[in-house]
């Protein structure tokens, strides 16, 4: 039967519609069961403990479990390629953070293209570093640490958590601006490589300000200056690094991608409800407790956040040289 042409344009028009309503009804139910969160690291550390504050507000707010899976190994990409290859349905969210910037240029040969592979989903937290020292370097500000280095090229140890990490791309970016030659002490974590900075083994490190944040109020070790724009509730005494080396900025950042092709009303809802926990001022208490800053913006906004930091880490790796370990 032929059917008249005003009735077979209202009928494919009907069809072609039917798409849409269907995800926009997807994303009204979502999520329907269970949804996990993979960390690329081990359970314990600052991103883990992001994913379950995160996995908590996003239970309560949306009515199924968030749940962490734990995949650790290869620098971060044996979890981030589980979720490029997981179907694009939003029950499979990875927690995104700086390393993941690093591993773009790090890794010459990976077998998915971060940048194009993850959908943004939004940023959740930064966190300030602190450049410190062993007490008996003999310098009490960045400004004497930098000209101590440069009348000792080559004689002081950096420490980092390892080749690639936010320690190291932050040391050699500290290197790089400030014309420091100092040689580089990858240790397999940052409690290691703490350790041996408060035994004097090495004798400087920029760490993510959680880790050596009770030592340096103990004495044990002396923080010079922190590396964000503005100062750290945690150490409010220490002032910006980028006072000393104009331009120096390094934080690590957390937040939640999704698969590629993740329909977007699915990552619009996730994004309204990790913005609804930013303004919360119990989730507010929680980030300052990892010594953070919230990172609220819009999927875009990550999306420019994770495009930036990729482009600058990856100078850094070309100039430091570095390979995987």
């Known amino acids: 039967m032929k059917l008249p042409r005003r ?5 494919a028009a009907s069809a072609a519609a039917l798409p849409v309503v269907a995800r926009g009804a997807w994303a009204q139910t979502y999520p329907a069961r269970p949804v996990r969160i993979i960390v690329a690291t081990a359970a314990g550390g600052t991103t883990d403990i992001t994913a379950r504050v995160i996995a908590r507000w996003l239970s309560d707010r949306l009515g199924q479990q968030f749940f962490i899976e734990n995949r650790p190994g290869g620098g971060n990409n044996i979890g981030t390629e589980a979720v490029v290859r997981a179907p694009a349905d939003g029950y499979t969210l990875l927690l995104v953070n700086s390393v993941n910037a690093i591993n773009a240029t790090l890794f010459e040969k990976l077998s998915y293209n971060f940048v194009n592979d993850i959908a943004p989903v939004a940023g959740f937290l930064r966190v300030p570093m602190v450049l410190e020292v062993n007490p008996s370097v003999p310098a009490r500000t960045a400004a004497e640490f930098i000209a101590y280095a440069k009348a000792n090229p080559g004689k002081i140890n950096m420490a980092s958590a390892g080749i690639g990490s936010t320690p190291h791309v932050a040391g050699e970016l500290f290197k790089m601006m400030a014309g420091l030659n100092m040689l580089h002490v990858p240790y397999r974590g940052g409690a ?4 041996d900075l408060i035994g004097g083994q090495v004798q400087v490190m920029i760490e993510p300000i959680t880790g050596p944040l009770e030592h340096i109020r103990a004495g044990k070790l002396r923080g010079l200056a922190v590396t964000t724009t503005m100062r750290s509730q945690a150490l409010p005494d220490l002032p910006t690094l980028d006072t000393f080396v104009p331009g120096y900025e390094a934080s690590p950042w957390y ?7 993740t329909p977007t009303e699915i990552i619009d809802k996730l994004n309204r409800e990790i913005n609804a926990a930013l303004a919360d001022p119990k989730m507010a208490h929680q980030i300052a407790e990892l010594g953070g800053t919230p990172l ?3 999927p875009a906004d990550f999306t420019n956040l994770i495009a930036e930091e990729t482009a600058k880490w ?12």
């Open 314 to 325: 990856g100078k850094v790796v070309k100039f430091s040289g570095a390979k995987p370990d």
């Open 7 to 11: 009735t077979f344009l209202h009928l």
């Open 192 to 195: 290691a490589a703490i350790t």
């Open 296 to 298: 609220a913006g819009s």
């Open 255 to 261: 937040g939640l991608g999704a698969p590629r092709n």
